[in-house]
């Protein structure tokens, strides 16, 4: 229940940039902040993790990542103990030569901030003209490298029109994946005007109709957990959409999730301000496993109409909207739409008696995958399965769930289906 998928650290407050939406509120610095935390740090916070499970992305961002001269280090020092490495960057110090020292210290991806392709919003939301360019020369080194990548996309009232594309673009360019982030008003994001509850939901829609129409890209909302529910509502029948949120579909913070800021505290999001420990002064998987804030979070006694939902265990809300508005994490999410309808709980999908069970050559297929999703495949592919009425999964049915999520023709998996940035 409580295994660390997804661990973002962030290595810096300095940054190129000043964008308008960023939780980090971070600063246009030349040198870094005596608090900042120090590669050797940094290094016993991964050979924590890793001595706990592989199974773990790192997300390495910031401020930005990339003004840490020892990001190769700390890069290859987690590869080296079997994680998968990452970085979340707005991509304007992606040069050919970076690029190629990053993967050879064993980088799996960047996850790359694009707001619009009109390079005058983009310039005007990030806070420094020409910055779109370097942006986009960063996506063609990553390509030329053959370094996989991902598009981040902030919504917002202005940019929302947006979406058809910026999915195309990303198919244009070899995107793995888009991620489309739902802005949660915290750091300089307060003082920017979200869209509206009803015009989430659409957009919610609108993206899972997208996901549809598009099999070959990863198109996912983040900070968006009604995205469980709005799937379940399109098509209650399949045991798919019945899989926990907690699972990757909805808020995994604090249960398969959370960061260290660049002074070591722990949060439970990076939305969440309120640290449970710092990791100068006990060490980072004790605060994982015991941080009363936490423990909460993983077993939540809802407030509010989340409370009554009858989506709760699949939905949740996101717990971080509710505390940048004020109220208690367990606050039901004020930018939910929806009203609780008063009918049973729906309970998340649990096999059934009969348990699946796996072909040698499927398990074969499974262990190629990065250790970081490979529980929550082998949730979906057996939910899948017994959706079939069948008990054993197999190489054809991978073969089948893969053509129907990146189409017919095969390429390589993505670098991730969590957040980046």
């Known amino acids: ?26 600063k246009t610095l030349k040198g870094g902040d005596e608090s900042e935390l120090g590669c050797e740090e940094v290094c016993s916070v991964l050979d924590e993790v890793a001595d706990r499970s592989s199974e773990t992305m790192v997300v390495l961002t910031g401020g930005e990542p990339l003004l840490r001269p020892d990001l190769e280090h700390m890069v290859s020092h987690g590869a080296q103990r079997g994680l998968s490495m990452v970085v979340g960057t707005n991509g304007m110090l992606l040069t050919e030569r970076r690029v190629v020292a990053l993967k050879n210290a064993g980088l799996m991806g960047a996850g790359i901030s694009v707001d619009s392709l009109n390079p005058d919003y983009h310039d005007s939301f990030r806070g420094l003209d020409g910055s779109w360019h370097k942006t986009m020369a960063g996506i063609e080194a990553c390509r030329n490298n053959d370094l996989f990548f991902q598009v981040h996309f902030t919504v917002t009232q202005r940019n929302a029109d947006e979406l058809p594309a910026m999915i195309a673009f990303c198919r244009d360019k070899g995107a793995r994946v888009l991620n489309v982030f739902f802005l949660i008003c915290t ?29 070959d890209l990863i198109i996912r909302p983040r900070c968006a957990p009604h995205y469980k529910r709005i799937a379940h509502q399109l098509n209650p029948e399949a045991p798919i959409t019945h ?41 980072f998987m004790t605060i994982w496993d015991q941080a009363p804030q936490f423990v909460s979070l993983r077993n939540p006694d809802l407030s509010g109409k989340c409370g009554e939902c009858e989506y709760r265990k699949l939905c949740g809300g996101c717990r971080a909207r509710p505390v940048a ?21 729906i309970e998340p999908w649990e096999p059934g008696p009969q348990a699946v069970s796996w072909s040698e050559e499927a398990e074969v297929r499974l262990g190629r995958i990065p250790g970081f999703v490979r529980k929550m495949v082998r949730k979906k592919a057996e939910a899948f399965v017994q959706g079939r009425g069948e008990l054993v999964v197999t190489v054809d049915h991978l073969n089948e769930m893969t053509a129907r ?15 980046i940035d």
């Open 1 to 26: 229940m409580d295994d660390l998928y997804l661990l973002a650290i962030n290595l810096t407050r300095r940054c190129n940039l000043a964008c308008d939406h960023c939780y980090l509120d971070a």
């Open 187 to 215: 750091g300089r994001g307060e003082s920017v005007v979200d869209i509206s509850p009803r015009r989430y939901e659409q957009i919610i829609g609108e993206l899972i109709e997208a996901q549809a129409n598009n099999p």
């Open 405 to 419: 999520r990146f189409g017919h023709k095969r390429r390589r998996p993505p670098i991730a289906s969590q957040p």
């Open 243 to 283: 899989i926990s949120g907690q699972q990757g579909d909805g808020c995994i913070a604090a249960t398969h999730y959370c960061r260290i800021t660049p002074a070591g505290e722990v949060t439970a999001c990076p939305y969440i301000e309120e640290g449970v420990g710092n990791i100068r002064q006990q060490s």
């Open 325 to 345: 508005m004020g109220n208690d994490i367990l606050a039901e999410d004020p930018w939910c739409d929806y009203q609780p309808s008063n009918v049973d709980l």
